[in-house]
């Protein structure tokens, strides 16, 4: 007895097991995962775009609304309603601010008031934002090199000289004092031609050395901006 309820449970599963392969074999999910994706887009994940060809959204199939901007604000030519790109230049070249990738305004200035060649508006010269001077070779016409790639700076041997040669002077206000004399002393070119001629007898004696008269004082620097020197200037008149 026990035998025949043993083989009868054991055909009862067997038909069970049969029935459920059957019906996972005939189902559509089924078969959908074994082919892969279903031919076509279902209706319900189709966009849906009016007449004029725009979806819902407003936008139209490249992504740009009726305005002609996409999502970000930006046309077609990469600006935005103000005109400018997304890097704020406008269809000029000009930023928010009026400068434009150099950073010169329309004059032909930059954001301290000075033009390429380190002239302001009132025609003073500083020699720290004459970047035309660079343009064309590694160093300036006075022997200077890049002072963007090269910092001023002062020698140990120089803030003794300047300590001892200039009365009232602290170490704080050394560099401060340096960096003027760099940007608007007085080079041989800027000199008349007896004192053009005394200051390069100067740079001579120093090698590579250019010398800058500043408010009384000669002040020698080598070529890659560093201070090497400073003494009264008691023989070139300016």
Request: glycine share 10%; with cysteine.
């Amino acid at each position: 007895m026990d035998t025949w309820k043993l083989l009868i449970g054991l055909v009862v599963v067997l038909v069970l097991s049969g029935v459920a392969v059957i019906v996972w074999a005939v189902l559509p999910s089924h078969r959908n995962r074994r082919s892969g994706p279903p031919s076509g887009t279902p209706a319900w994940r189709e966009k849906q775009y009016d007449e004029e060809g725009y979806d819902p959204r407003g936008y139209d199939r490249e992504g740009y609304d009726r305005l002609g901007y996409d999502t970000r604000g930006y046309d077609r030519n990469g600006y935005d309603w103000q005109g400018y790109d997304s890097r704020g230049y406008n269809r000029e070249g000009y930023d928010r601010f009026g400068y434009d990738k150099q950073g010169y305004d329309r004059e032909g200035y930059d954001r301290r008031g000075y033009n390429i060649h380190g002239k302001d508006l009132q025609g003073r010269y500083n020699r720290l934002y004459d970047v035309a001077d660079y343009a064309d070779s590694l160093y300036s016409s006075e022997g200077f090199l890049s002072p963007q790639r090269y910092p001023v700076g002062v020698t140990v041997h120089a803030k003794e000289r300047m300590l001892e040669r200039m009365q009232g002077k602290t170490v704080e206000n050394l560099q401060d004092l340096a960096m003027k004399a760099y940007c608007f002393g007085k080079s041989a070119r800027q000199l008349k031609r007896t004192s053009a001629r005394l200051v390069q007898e100067i740079q001579e004696q120093h090698g590579d050395g250019v010398v800058l008269i500043y408010h009384g004082y000669v002040y020698i620097f080598s070529s890659d901006n560093q201070l090497i020197t400073v003494y009264r200037n008691e023989r070139i008149p300016l």
